[in-house]
């Protein structure tokens, strides 16, 4: 017999007779609808087409739409554990195509320098599939977590070009969450600001 105690970094295993340490992953969720908008942002849509909900969603014809957000590493964060963003999103229609999405992001510790945190852009291909409304979830290349700390911050701007070349899905893509899978190690931390 064997289960996982949440959080706690232990596992147990009657098979070898004991605990052993063992990394465990949350998601910190970002809620598309609840994001930040700039001048470019995505239009809002009827989820499935129909009925009253309500989501953003990143065009496929020539305009550049980014969405923006952030938070703190809650304190369960696995110091120096690296963090994979993704996004949930679903075609509008049953087009073929590829939606290239973006992610500009900076993550930096408190009180620390630099001062000017560091900014860096990366992406992501995913195929629209050939099904209308069909939900899916495309993750970023991991992003390492050296040096980083519980109380760091992440922000981002997450955004579609459809100018791109590899961008070839020519409806709006429906932008339901983002999220950061992150490791973690504990419950919390015993003192207030450090781990």
């Known amino acids: 017999m064997s289960y996982k105690l949440k959080y706690t970094g232990l596992q147990v295993d009657d098979s070898v007779g ?12 970002f809620e598309g609808i609840t994001l930040a908008t700039g001048n470019s ?32 590493l809650l304190h369960f964060y696995k110091e120096n ?3 994979s963003f993704h ?7 049953a087009t073929a195509g590829t939606v290239k999405w973006f992610l500009e992001y900076t993550w930096y510790n408190m009180e620390s320098l630099p001062q000017q945190p560091i900014v860096n852009t990366i992406s992501v291909l995913d195929q629209a599939g050939g ?17 980083k700390k519980t109380g760091s911050h992440f922000r981002f701007r997450i955004y579609r070009n459809p100018s791109d070349a590899e961008d070839t899905y020519p409806n709006d893509a429906a932008f339901d969450s983002a ?14 600001f450090i781990k």
Request: aromatic residues 12%; glycine residues 16%.
């Open 87 to 93: 996004v949930h999103w679903m075609p509008s229609t």
């Open 18 to 29: 004991g605990f052993h340490a063992e990394t465990l992953y949350d998601d910190i969720d």
């Open 179 to 192: 999220g950061l899978h992150v490791p973690v190690d504990s419950n919390g931390s015993r003192q207030i």
């Open 131 to 147: 099904v209308a409304w069909f939900p899916r979830v495309v993750a970023f290349p991991d992003i390492s977590g050296q040096g």
């Open 81 to 83: 554990g690296d963090v």
């Open 41 to 72: 942002a995505p239009d809002l849509i009827n989820f499935y087409g129909q009925g009253n909900i309500i989501g953003r969603s990143f065009d496929g014809g020539s305009t550049l739409e980014q969405l923006y957000g952030g938070g703190e």
